[in-house]
């Protein structure tokens, strides 16, 4: 199967997530991931969380909570707060997301969460290009995303 029939048919279900965690366009990424050391994870996630935050901010300005989440997250990895204070930040990134409208930006908050939780475990590194492939789909559209999803991938 295409990975965009598989994005298609959740669209139908009216899932918000368009990507599987277990997604066969997303296998090798995922062998990837699983290969890499929780550190070299921790600095990838924290690299494309910034990205995100940057995008979201000017959606957003006034906005805090992105760019406080992954500070929290980043003075969490490197011993300066306990995990309860960043946990409560992260969980704040996600709150946001119930307070707008945007689909794209709805998964771009997510997104953050995911690559912020990386810090946690390695496992919610997926939850990043799962979340910030959603939200190009929002953005270009399922009949215009192929090119942007499939570049990004790379």
Sequence with gaps: MEWIDEVQGRIR?????????????????????????HRTMVLWALEFADEAVQKLTVRHPGEKRFEEAVTATKDWASGKVKMPFAK???????????????????????????????????????????????AIIRRYGVNECKEPVEKRKE
């Design 13 to 37: 279900r009216k899932n918000q997530i368009l990507f599987a965690k277990d997604s066969e366009f997303l296998q090798d990424l995922i062998y990837l991931i699983q290969e890499q050391n």
């Design 88 to 134: 409560r930040a992260i969980l704040q990134v996600h709150a946001v997301a119930k307070e707008i409208n945007s689909l794209e930006d709805i998964a771009l908050c997510h997104a953050i969460g995911q690559a912020c939780g990386v810090v946690h475990a390695n496992g919610h590194a997926i939850g990043f290009p799962v979340y910030d492939l959603t």
